[in-house]
T-cell receptor, first 114, second 111 residues
């Protein structure tokens, strides 16, 4: 089945620690995205990538980093510079610019501070 | 002002009711419109995707777009307890790979 796999489902971070959230898709989509969702709030864009080896900052990129070395994979690192990382993190993908198709989402990773 | 506004609810209705969920937007460049359903602790699931003004129907769901008023709606007929979830509207500009989301409306359908 085609889809987006996020792992782990739950993640705990200690103070001063960097943690990496995994996102893998087998939909052959060019574009991939990371969003942060806080209770009662909508989705806020952290980073997005339209093609391999290229990515752009979203609205709340500070304290986060990404890489896009393979089309299928778009890992997100939450660094120690992100002072309030507790949130639900969602990865999404879509076909490239020009197709104007909707996004599809993974089932998220819930990150908490220890 | 947010580019996409959505009433957060919660909206509570009895089973079998018709539900109306709405979003307004300010950017006239938005041309593609989506509705997602999100259950607790899960990712959003695409329900409806539409481009043109007018109605699009899929089973119990109808998406309505009024570009002149910058207003979109999702109607759910014969609502079921399993429809209890948060509903997110989303929009995109033609040939631009960024999506804009409403904050979501929480719906509770009581048996």
């Amino acid at each position: 089945d085609g889809g987006i796999t996020q792992s782990p489902k739950y993640l705990f971070r200690k103070e001063g620690q960097n943690v990496t959230l995994s996102c893998e898709q087998n939909l052959n989509h060019d574009a991939m995205y990371w969003y942060r969702q806080d209770p009662g709030q909508g989705l806020r864009l952290i980073y997005y990538s339209q093609i391999v080896n290229d990515f752009q900052k979203g609205d709340i990129a500070e304290g986060y980093s990404v890489s896009r070395e393979k089309k299928e994979s778009f890992p997100l690192t939450v660094t120690s510079a992100q002072k309030n990382p507790t949130a639900f993190y969602l990865c999404a993908s879509s076909t490239g610019t020009g197709s104007n198709q909707p996004q599809h989402f993974g089932d998220g990773t819930r990150l908490s501070i220890l | 002002q947010k580019e996409v506004e959505q009433d957060p609810g919660p909206l509570s209705v009895p089973e079998g009711a018709i539900v109306s969920l709405n979003c307004t937007y300010s950017n006239s460049a938005f041309q593609y419109f989506m509705w997602y359903r999100q259950y607790s602790r899960k990712g959003p699931e695409l329900l409806m995707y539409t481009y043109s003004s007018g109605n699009k129907e899929d089973g119990r769901f109808t998406a309505q777009v009024d570009k002149s008023s910058k207003y979109i709606s999702l109607f759910i007929r014969d609502s079921q307890p399993s429809d209890s979830a948060t509903y997110l509207c989303a929009m995109r500009i033609y040939n631009f790979n960024k999506f804009y989301f409403g904050s979501g409306t929480k719906l509770n359908v009581k048996p």
